[in-house]
């Protein structure tokens, strides 16, 4: 099930409201925007790899230990994953259209990849 909303910021957003473990490939391919609500196990990203449609990720309070997944997300421009468990910014470097990024929370020691 699919629920669309706005934003605190204006910004609309869908809300993806399936398990994370029945995600098909083919469900996400033409996503454009994903917010994870994910509650007592961490959010691997892997399975977005190649979703290349996506703009908008909210993944904040997922227990994601890494982007592995976004490398192929070139579209993205909002990317939140704020509280999470993730120590490096790898990942991301094909995100040339990033506008936001929150990685407030994490456990980042540096933003050298």
Not at 8 to 18: H, T
Not at 30 to 55: A, D, H, Q, W
Not at 57 to 72: A, F, H, M, P, W
Request: aromatic share 6%.
């Amino acid at each position: 099930m699919i629920n669309e909303y706005t934003s605190s910021d204006g910004f609309s957003c869908s809300q993806l409201l399936i398990p994370v473990k029945d995600m098909k490939k083919n469900e996400l391919d033409n996503m454009i925007s994903i917010c994870f609500i994910i509650k007592g196990f961490p959010l691997s990203l892997e399975r977005l790899y190649g979703c290349t449609k996506l703009v908008d990720i909210n993944c904040s309070n997922c227990g994601v230990k890494t982007l592995e997944g976004l490398d192929r997300c070139v579209n993205l421009k909002r990317l939140n994953c704020e509280s999470n468990k993730i120590k490096e910014l790898k990942h991301i470097e094909n995100c040339v259209n990033l506008e936001y990024l929150n990685i407030n929370y994490n456990k980042i020691v540096t933003l050298h990849p």
